[in-house]
């Protein structure tokens, strides 16, 4: 079945650094890729998508390309604030009556530090 | 913010107890779904709702029941509380429920049984 595979955490960052986290997947049809991000004590809430592939998402700084021939969707923001520390999910969403249903990675705890 | 709430938020029970937790939202949206969320395992999809009265069951469905009696709220039981069932809950909606489609979420219900 689907699967999404991201990198463990928690990645610990000092201010100003740059981020890359790892997400890869498996599907068995053409799927919608997303970014999830829950700050301490909320619920989930989108960072970005990408519907097809070469799509490129990108929200606050952050950004992620669609890239089929590799089946990843790694996360990027070229330099960190204290704010962005939250736990980031990587998802898809696959077609063919999936009915939108989400299946998640592990999810990517980010702390950064001042 | 999606106008999507969740009660209770916090809840304690027994072993064996009845529980039902609830989900309102003020979209009018069609699709609402009902994830666990458990450390090391990210969100998973309990079950999810098409429309009034139409539900169905999702990755970790045994031991939960679900309604949906009006377009604004799903209710999700545990007939017979276990601790395995001790996790955050989230209810999320979408429009259309398909594929591109961006879920919205709930803040959560932390549930505890002891």
């Known amino acids: 079945g689907d699967s999404v595979t991201q990198m463990e955490g928690p990645v610990t960052l000092s201010e100003e650094a740059f981020l890359t986290i790892n997400c890869t997947y498996t599907a068995t049809g053409y799927p919608s890729l997303f970014w999830y991000v829950q700050y301490p004590g909320e619920g989930l809430q989108l960072l970005l998508k990408a519907t097809k592939a070469d799509d490129k998402g990108s929200n606050k700084g952050f950004e992620a390309t669609y890239r089929k021939e590799t089946t990843s969707f790694h996360l990027e923001k070229g330099s960190v604030q204290v704010s962005d520390s939250a736990v980031y999910f990587c998802?898809?969403?696959?077609?063919?009556?999936?009915?939108?249903?989400?299946?998640f990675g592990k999810g990517t705890k980010l702390s950064v530090k001042p | 913010d999606a106008g999507i709430t969740q009660s209770p938020r916090h809840k304690v029970t027994e072993t064996g107890t009845p529980v039902t937790l609830r989900c309102h939202q003020t979209?009018?949206?069609?699709?609402m779904y009902w994830y666990r969320q458990d450390p090391g395992h990210g969100l998973r999809l309990i079950h999810y709702s098409y429309g009034v009265k139409d539900t169905d069951k999702g990755e970790v469905s045994d031991g939960y029941s679900v309604s949906r009696s009006k377009t604004e709220d799903f209710l999700l039981t545990l007939e017979s509380a276990t601790s395995s069932q001790t996790s955050v809950y989230f209810c999320?909606?979408?429009?259309?429920?398909?594929?591109?489609?961006?879920?919205?979420f709930g803040p959560g219900t932390r549930l505890l049984v002891l």
């Open positions: 999320a909606i979408s429009d259309r429920g398909d594929e591109f489609e961006t879920q919205y």
């Open positions: 998802a898809l969403s696959d077609g063919a009556g999936s009915q939108g249903n989400l299946i």
């Open positions: 979209e009018n949206h069609r699709y």
